[in-house]
């Protein structure tokens, strides 16, 4: 499968995205455990059925020591004893977040609340700016149909 679309061969596209992808690097630094980043980062990629981000996301958290039972049961991280509260918490508000057409309301106060209850304010924009980069990602990969598979961790940084 080829991309509809090579963004850096483009020059308003990849100075755009140049930009664009230094918030992403910005992300990775913030307070939010990486291992939640990279847990919430895999789910809102499923839920887009982003191929790209996905393939990404599974080998930066395998790589970073990510065990395969728990990335092999995030789609179904509700019924999974693997998981703690505060990525739980994280989870689903990356759900609802991701979800705001099919929930209309967006995030309910009962999984702001739940979040807020493991995360302080700073973790949580951080998580909250997560969840929109991803979301924006999936749909930047999704319109181009950038392929999955040949990606290796540590491609990007």
């Not at 919430?40 to 839920?47: H, K, N, P, T």
């Not at 039972?69 to 999974?80: D, G, K, M, P, Y």
């Not at 705001?100 to 209850?117: I, K, M, Q, R």
């Amino acid at each position: 499968m080829d991309a509809r679309l090579n963004y850096f061969a483009s020059p308003a596209a990849g100075k755009a995205l140049k930009y664009f992808m230094s918030a992403g690097r910005e992300l990775k630094e913030s307070p939010l455990p990486p291992t939640t980043q990279e847990l919430v980062a895999l789910r809102v990629s499923q839920i887009n059925g982003c191929a790209a981000c996905i393939d990404m996301h599974t080998k930066e958290a395998a790589a970073a020591g990510e065990t395969s039972v728990r990335l092999n049961l995030i789609a179904a991280w509700r019924e999974a004893t693997v998981f703690t509260e505060p990525e739980r918490a994280a989870l689903a508000l990356a759900e609802q977040g991701t979800r705001v057409a099919d929930a209309a309301t967006g995030v309910s106060d009962e999984v702001w609340a739940y979040a807020a209850l493991h995360y302080d304010e700073e973790q949580l924009a951080s998580l909250v700016l997560l969840v929109s980069f991803m979301n924006s990602v999936n749909r930047l990969n999704i319109i181009t149909r950038q392929p999955a598979g040949d990606y290796k961790a540590g491609q990007f940084h």
